[in-house]
């Protein structure tokens, strides 16, 4: 059983769940419903598919991740970005085919959810924090504006021609001048019912209300005679699996894409689900949650739904009500079930300016200018850093911009890497080692000289490292005997690359009369030495325990070489 609570670790606490729960779970999962109602119809919009397969995206993924997932709070659906990601990505593909488009939405699905178990095949949850917050923060606000821009064409009764954001408010004139008022009152209409339930009712679902009103007010008034524009024939009831039935030479464009959206969609989704399992005073795996979160995205393929992530909205509506478990997650999936199979006939009145509304309304959640700004007086990199992930959202395209972020997070990342941060180190008044400052709480040795370089080396930063050592030796030599190295933070793991480097500067030292020796890792570095065939001892490289036991043995020496009689 422990074995399965492993695999599934929602399972542990539904077989553990205890009866006073229930109330306030319940509680939450009919509020996490009413809210992912008219969010999942408004996504299926973005997305170009049918309003039921923003339903089906719901259900499924809800309760798989309920079983797979590690937070007790996140709830996983239709999100923004992901949605806008695909719409990019399958609509030049599917060059205006209804049915192709739906079904390569659910092929990138399905590659997304296979990218995400793969990374967690190879416990690559530390993709969590591979892309970093900056970029994350224009990347998020890059796709907000992207869908804001698009969806004024549905508040406004229009339809863009052009692809890209710039084209297209360079043609708002024109398209102004093609607004049709119906649909602006509708949208205005849907607007003022959802500010107005939120100052009346800040509990209350206002997207379902307002959404469902224009519905009503479509239906009773019969305003489609006005060329307000709805989404439709709603095709609800069990969804069928349908085999892909398009060249397959397309799934070769796809899979780029797919691998872009499974690690911005869990980056997305860790956020969240760290900044709640923080509040709530728990842990989430991260390792586990890449393969629920690509559990999610085969269970939403299957039922014939799109991409999935972590949807910080409805998980704050779960928290703010008191959810406790994943039991919320797998009632509010059965009631949405329960409307697309039986009650999708009303949907069709929604009006595409009220879903407009909605969209837009949780675009500019993601918006946050702000932040951004002032990262301007907190971290000028950080913030050109994310100046540069939004425009290229906004100029290239959303695909092309979240490519860009994630060659950003690596370049970041290697950079980091190849260009740490060193230190030179002393002791204090204590004995104990620091780094050498202005403030002066720690002093140099005299003789000694011990080196700290912040990063694991390898063979790509091996030459800097060589050439930061000197560089800071040439500045302290003044009698320097001995070279330390503290080997712990640098020295972890086996490259021939930085063995081979290692013995050039035991040669450069040895010629000026200076002993070069590690301290920490003693055991690792004699097994590798002996790989590299690198001597060690008096005949090579020194190699000591820890910094503490190198500086006792040479301080030692010191005083023994100085109690030696002179002849």
Same mark, same amino acid.
């Given at each position: 059983?422990?074995?399965?609570?492993?695999?599934?670790?929602?399972?542990?606490?539904?077989?553990?769940?205890?009866?006073?729960?229930?109330?306030?779970?319940?509680?939450?999962? !009919?509020? /996490?419903? +009413?809210?992912? @109602?008219?969010?999942? &119809?408004?996504?299926?919009? %973005?997305? =170009? #598919?049918?309003?039921?397969?923003?339903?089906?995206?719901?259900?499924?993924?809800?309760?798989?991740?309920?079983?797979?997932?590690?937070?007790?709070?996140?709830?996983?659906?239709?999100?923004?970005?992901?949605?806008?990601?695909?719409?990019?990505?399958?609509?030049?593909?599917?060059?205006?085919?209804?049915?192709?488009?739906?079904?390569?939405?659910?092929?990138?699905?399905?590659?997304?959810?296979?990218?995400?178990?793969?990374?967690?095949?190879?416990? !690559?949850? /530390?993709? +969590?924090?591979? @892309?970093?917050?900056? &970029?994350?923060?224009?990347? %998020?606000? =890059? #796709?907000?504006?992207?869908?804001?821009?698009?969806?004024?064409?549905?508040?406004?009764?229009?339809?863009?021609?052009?692809?890209?954001?710039?084209?297209?408010?360079?043609?708002?004139?024109?398209?102004?001048?093609?607004?049709?008022?119906?649909?602006?009152?509708?949208?205005?209409?849907?607007?003022?019912?959802?500010?107005?339930?939120?100052?009346?009712?800040?509990?209350?679902?206002?997207?379902?209300?307002?959404?469902?009103?224009?519905?009503?007010?479509?239906?009773?008034?019969?305003?489609?005679?006005?060329?307000?524009?709805?989404?439709?024939?709603?095709? =609800?009831?069990?969804?069928?699996?349908?085999?892909?039935?398009?060249?397959?030479?397309?799934?070769?464009?796809?899979?780029?894409?797919?691998?872009?959206?499974?690690?911005?969609?869990?980056?997305?989704?860790?956020?969240?689900?760290?900044?709640?399992?923080?509040?709530?005073?728990?842990?989430?795996?991260?390792?586990?949650?890449?393969?629920?979160?690509?559990?999610?995205?085969?269970?939403?393929?299957?039922?014939?739904?799109?991409?999935?992530?972590?949807?910080?909205?409805?998980?704050?509506?779960?928290?703010?009500?008191?959810?406790?478990?994943?039991?919320?997650?797998?009632?509010?999936?059965?009631?949405?079930?329960?409307?697309?199979?039986?009650?999708?006939?009303?949907?069709?009145?929604?009006?595409?300016?009220?879903?407009?509304?909605?969209?837009?309304?949780?675009?500019?959640?993601?918006?946050?200018?702000?932040?951004?700004?002032?990262?301007?007086?907190?971290?000028?990199?950080?913030?050109?850093?994310?100046?540069?992930?939004?425009?290229?959202?906004?100029?290239?395209?959303?695909?092309?911009?979240?490519?860009?972020?994630?060659?950003?997070?690596?370049?970041?990342?290697?950079?980091?890497?190849?260009?740490?941060?060193?230190?030179?180190?002393?002791?204090?008044?204590?004995?104990?080692?620091?780094?050498?400052?202005?403030?002066?709480?720690?002093?140099?040795?005299?003789?000694?000289?011990?080196?700290?370089?912040?990063?694991?080396?390898?063979?790509?930063?091996?030459?800097?490292?060589?050439?930061?050592?000197?560089?800071?030796?040439?500045?302290?030599?003044?009698?320097?005997?001995?070279?330390?190295?503290?080997?712990?933070?640098?020295?972890?793991?086996?490259?021939?690359?930085?063995?081979?480097?290692?013995?050039?500067?035991?040669?450069?030292?040895?010629?000026?009369?200076?002993?070069?020796?590690?301290?920490?890792?003693?055991?690792?570095?004699?097994?590798?030495?002996?790989?590299?065939?690198?001597?060690?001892?008096?005949?090579?490289?020194?190699?000591?325990?820890?910094?503490?036991?190198?500086?006792?043995?040479?301080?030692?020496?010191?005083?023994?070489?100085?109690?030696?009689?002179?002849?």
């Amino acid at each position: 059983m422990s074995r399965l609570y492993d695999v599934m670790p929602g399972l542990n606490i539904l077989f553990n769940y205890e009866r006073k729960w229930l109330a306030d779970d319940a509680k939450a999962a !009919l509020s /996490v419903a +009413a809210v992912a @109602l008219p969010v999942a &119809i408004a996504y299926a919009q %973005l997305t =170009g #598919v049918n309003a039921a397969v923003g339903l089906y995206s719901c259900i499924l993924p809800m309760m798989v991740y309920a079983l797979f997932g590690t937070s007790k709070q996140l709830i996983v659906g239709p999100d923004a970005a992901t949605c806008a990601v695909i719409a990019a990505v399958v609509t030049p593909l599917a060059a205006g085919d209804s049915i192709k488009h739906w079904q390569l939405v659910i092929t990138m699905t399905a590659m997304t959810g296979f990218w995400c178990i793969i990374a967690s095949r190879f416990k !690559l949850g /530390v993709l +969590a924090d591979f @892309l970093s917050k900056p &970029i994350l923060m224009g990347l %998020l606000n =890059g #796709v907000a504006i992207t869908i804001i821009v698009g969806q004024f064409s549905k508040v406004l009764g229009f339809t863009f021609d052009e692809k890209y954001l710039i084209e297209r408010l360079g043609g708002v004139p024109t398209y102004l001048s093609q607004a049709h008022v119906p649909t602006i009152l509708m949208a205005l209409l849907t607007v003022s019912i959802y500010f107005g339930m939120k100052r009346l009712k800040p509990t209350w679902p206002a997207s379902m209300f307002a959404i469902a009103f224009g519905a009503a007010l479509v239906w009773l008034l019969n305003l489609e005679q006005l060329d307000i524009k709805t989404i439709g024939i709603v095709d =609800g009831g069990l969804p069928l699996f349908q085999a892909p039935d398009f060249n397959v030479g397309i799934i070769r464009e796809l899979v780029m894409p797919a691998l872009n959206l499974a690690i911005v969609s869990f980056v997305s989704m860790m956020l969240t689900a760290r900044s709640f399992a923080s509040k709530n005073g728990y842990d989430i795996d991260a390792d586990k949650e890449f393969m629920a979160l690509g559990m999610a995205n085969f269970a939403s393929a299957l039922s014939q739904g799109f991409a999935v992530s972590g949807a910080d909205s409805r998980t704050a509506v779960n928290d703010a009500n008191g959810g406790k478990t994943q039991l919320v997650s797998i009632i509010a999936a059965i009631i949405i079930a329960i409307i697309a199979i039986c009650l999708t006939a009303p949907l069709e009145f929604i009006p595409s300016a009220a879903l407009g509304v909605v969209l837009i309304i949780a675009s500019v959640h993601l918006l946050d200018l702000k932040a951004v700004w002032k990262l301007r007086q907190k971290d000028k990199q950080a913030f050109y850093l994310t100046l540069i992930t939004l425009f290229a959202v906004l100029f290239i395209g959303v695909i092309p911009g979240i490519t860009l972020a994630v060659l950003l997070g690596l370049f970041q990342f290697i950079r980091t890497v190849m260009r740490p941060t060193d230190h030179i180190l002393g002791v204090d008044i204590n004995g104990v080692v620091r780094s050498l400052d202005t403030s002066d709480k720690a002093k140099s040795i005299d003789g000694i000289f011990i080196y700290r370089f912040n990063s694991p080396l390898t063979y790509f930063n091996s030459s800097y490292f060589k050439r930061r050592l000197l560089e800071q030796y040439a500045r302290h030599k003044d009698d320097i005997q001995c070279v330390i190295i503290d080997a712990v933070p640098c020295f972890t793991h086996l490259d021939l690359s930085v063995m081979a480097m290692l013995d050039d500067l035991n040669t450069i030292f040895r010629k000026r009369g200076v002993r070069l020796e590690l301290a920490g890792r003693k055991r690792q570095l004699l097994a590798w030495f002996e790989k590299a065939d690198i001597k060690s001892g008096s005949d090579g490289i020194y190699v000591h325990s820890d910094l503490y036991l190198a500086l006792r043995i040479n301080q030692s020496k010191q005083v023994t070489d100085e109690e030696k009689p002179t002849i």
